[in-house]
């Protein structure tokens, strides 16, 4: 089993792969998949079932199910969609098991939970950023790095760079429409 391991680093988008999935029913993109998200939800299994072996269980189940509902459902942002799907999954498992005793203590479980999801959507989309910069051109990557990471100016970057302010301009117009466009945004600069 391949938890935990090392990200595939197939430079393809997840809707990329979900959309080749709905066309070829190539088990392999699901693996892809897999391999990029099966650690998180792991994680997320582990808060609620708190057992190891349930937990690998429930992954692996998971995936299998995706496979099916990838083909039924529309899904725009898999990592969102793949993080309900297993947290609705975990809570329906310890209604199953009893060890939610009450409608209120399983409310209280969802809502602590809450604050989870987002944490870990923000994360998802940290990840998301991380490899859509990867497939950037070096010079836009460096330049966007050095304006929005480093909150260097224009002039500042060029200095370093020996870019010169008008390939400054360009490498971060264009990397920013470029992201934007890999994480599933217009491409339009909205500035």
């Not at 060890?99 to 989870?116: G, R, S």
């Not at 010169?164 to 339009?188: A, D, E, P, W």
Request: glycine fraction near 4%; include cysteine; charge should be negative.
């Amino acid at each position: 089993m391949r938890f935990l391991k090392s990200r595939n680093q197939n430079p393809a988008t997840d809707e990329e792969l979900i959309l080749a999935y709905r066309q070829d029913h190539d088990p392999a993109r699901i693996g892809l998949l897999f391999d990029r998200y099966s650690s998180l939800l792991f994680g997320v299994c582990m808060q609620y079932l708190r057992d190891e072996d349930e937990s690998k269980d429930a992954v692996v189940h998971l995936f299998e199910r995706f496979q099916h509902d990838l083909l039924k459902y529309e899904v725009r942002n898999f990592g969102s969609w793949a993080y309900r799907v297993c947290r609705n999954y975990c809570v329906r498992s310890l209604a199953k098991r009893k060890e939610v005793h009450d409608e209120w203590a399983l409310k209280n479980l969802v809502a602590d939970e809450i604050n989870k999801e987002e944490q870990l959507y923000t994360e998802l989309r940290i990840e998301e950023l991380e490899r859509a910069m990867g497939m950037l051109q070096v010079h836009q990557r460096r330049c966007i790095e050095m304006f929005f990471i480093q909150e260097l100016s224009y002039q500042q970057i060029s200095d370093q760079t020996g870019f010169s302010l008008k390939q400054v301009k360009s490498y971060i117009q264009n990397g920013k429409r470029n992201l934007r466009i890999r994480l599933g945004g217009t491409g339009h600069d909205e500035d």
